[in-house]
């Protein structure tokens, strides 16, 4: 009976395993990469994207998931949260971070989008200090403020980060002046 039940506890196991994972996708620590082209033009797909459990908000004790993509939207490199509740409109909502023990940056440069549960880092310079401060790390804390949605938080683990970076920019690359730190 014992050994029934180990067998059909493997079975699930593999079939759930095979949902987590896109085919066409590679894994690269906390990051699923995406591989498959697009099927409009044939190029490849650029995008990594690592989820979490756990975003929270002061207005609903509700535990929710999170979404951190980094990618290309019409040739340009972005990086995208998105949550499963409202978390302000664009002209009330203040996006902070902090990467490890890196020095946490505040009222960075972003935009959320119609729908209220996606920001995204666009602009050039900020973006590139996400990236620089991405490189490396294991963890991101986000903390959303908004006047008219309460405030907002989430940790997702970012380790791996470096290929999902190369791989993710890769049709759109980050301004040549100010692409890899050196060190």
Same mark, same amino acid.
């Not at 906390?30 to 994207?49: C, E, F, L, N, Y």
């Not at 989430?154 to 690359?173: L, N, Q």
């Given at each position: 009976m014992r050994g029934l039940l180990r067998i059909l506890a493997c079975g699930a196991t593999a079939m759930l395993?095979?949902?987590?994972?896109?085919?066409? *996708?590679?894994?690269?620590?906390?990051?699923?990469?995406? @591989?498959?082209?697009?099927?409009?033009?044939?190029?490849?797909?650029?995008?990594?994207?690592t989820r979490t459990w756990g975003a929270t908000n002061s207005n609903n004790p509700a535990i929710r998931n999170a979404l951190l993509q980094l990618t290309c939207f019409e040739n340009r490199p972005i990086a995208k949260i998105a949550l499963d509740f409202k978390i302000g409109s664009d002209r009330n909502t203040s996006l902070g971070y902090r990467f490890d023990d890196k020095p946490g940056r505040d009222s960075v440069e972003s935009r959320?989008?119609?729908?209220?549960q996606v920001i995204v880092i666009e602009d050039a310079a900020a973006l @590139? @200090?996400?990236?620089?401060?991405?490189?490396? #790390?294991?963890?991101? =804390?986000?903390? =959303?403020? #908004?006047?008219?949605?309460?405030? *907002?938080?989430?940790?997702?683990?970012?380790?791996? #980060?470096?290929?999902?970076?190369?791989?993710?920019?890769?049709?759109?690359?980050? #301004?040549p002046a100010t692409s890899r730190r050196t060190t």
């Open positions: 395993a095979g949902c987590v994972t896109d085919a066409g *996708s590679i894994r690269s620590g906390s990051w699923m990469i995406d @591989q498959k082209p697009d099927r409009i033009t044939g190029t490849p797909v650029a995008g990594a994207v959320v989008l119609l729908g209220y @590139q @200090q996400f990236v620089d401060d991405l490189r490396g #790390s294991n963890r991101l =804390f986000v903390r =959303f403020r #908004s006047l008219n949605a309460g405030n *907002s938080a989430v940790e997702f683990k970012v380790d791996g #980060s470096e290929t999902a970076i190369e791989a993710a920019y890769a049709a759109c690359p980050l #301004s």
